[in-house]
Nanobody, 119 residues
């Protein structure tokens, strides 16, 4: 079965950086769209970034500060987060869906990793 395992979360001061990783298994990685979502306490889940083939898209709230990449040889995606702000505090989820179903909801979710940015 598909498994997504995030790592790299933690506590950082505002202005700092963190890199999240997501190791995927049980899927043909190169044929999947990978994305990151986040959910802050008592807020709706929010799209952060996605990578489909060579195209990467970001939400306006993170554009220019966060950078997503993927290593198909390692079945891993990364989210480099720079210039972190307290409002970036959330649980970050790695998600996946077959690239051929890019209009559908993401069926596969990781367990999430907590990112906390102190002011």
């Amino acid at each position: 079965q598909v498994q997504l395992v995030e790592s790299g979360g933690g506590l950082v001061q505002a202005g700092g950086s963190l890199r999240l990783s997501c190791a995927a298994s049980g899927l043909t990685f190169s044929m999947y769209t990978m994305a990151w979502f986040r959910q802050a306490s008592e807020k709706e889940r929010e799209f952060v970034a996605r990578c489909n083939g060579g195209s990467i898209y970001y939400s306006d709230s993170v554009k220019g500060r966060f950078f997503m990449s993927r290593d198909n040889a390692k079945n891993t995606v990364y989210l480099q987060m720079n210039s972190l702000k307290p409002e970036d505090t959330a649980v970050y989820y790695c998600v996946a869906r077959p690239a051929a179903t890019d209009s559908d909801p993401y069926p596969y979710w990781g367990q999430g990793t907590q990112v906390t940015v102190s002011s």
